[in-house]
């Protein structure tokens, strides 16, 4: 019988409840997060089924070691880190009340954690784009060669990435912004 296995899975920076949620159920179904491996493969090990809460912060390498004896203190098992993301678990039955279940005080500190999501994950990929890929798919634009076979497939492939870039800079801008307002208003 395989004790460990691995999930392919990918999440923007926008979707870190519904990365929560999946590893909970992947909890619930007999499966702890054992690892992660960038940008997107989940390692889990066997276990008792059981409901376990994992919550996630971002810190991009900014935590401290008393950071993380804040989190031992209040019961939360540190699994590791993942391109700035700090992922964390307490089981369910050690919850004594709905804010035991949360790594963040109050609504405040976590639109401090997407406003830092912006400024250095959000930020930087669009300032890559505007000056780096936007530039290169003008050009190719311009002096594309349709005979040549090369320069049109990479053209295509191009195409796609930029549409792909623009499309998860607009997601990931519109779900950031629906959960700051989110928090502003509970």
């Known amino acids: 019988m395989n004790n460990r296995k691995t999930a392919i899975r990918f999440f923007t920076i926008a979707d870190y409840e519904e990365e929560e949620i999946w590893l909970h159920n992947q909890h619930k179904n007999g499966w702890k997060l054992f690892r992660l491996i960038p940008p997107c493969f989940y390692i889990f090990e066997k276990c008792m089924p059981e409901e376990v809460i994992y919550r996630l912060d971002y810190k991009n390498n900014a935590e401290t070691s008393n950071y993380f004896q804040l989190f031992r203190d209040y019961g939360w098992e540190y699994i ?59 050009r190719c634009m311009e002096t594309g060669n349709p005979v040549a076979i090369a320069g049109t497939i990479l053209f295509t492939v191009l195409t796609l990435l930029t549409l792909l870039y623009i499309y998860l800079i607009i997601y990931c801008s519109l779900k950031l912004q629906k959960l700051r307002k989110k928090y502003k208003n509970n």
Request: aromatic share 12%; with cysteine.
């Open 80 to 138: 590791g880190r993942c391109v700035g993301w700090l992922y964390f678990r307490k089981a369910a039955s050690e919850i004594n009340s709905e804010q035991d279940g949360e790594i963040f005080s109050d609504n405040e500190s976590r639109i401090a954690m997407i406003n830092h999501v912006v400024k250095t994950r959000l930020f930087p990929l669009s300032i890559i784009f505007i000056c780096c890929v936007l530039p290169n798919f003008i």
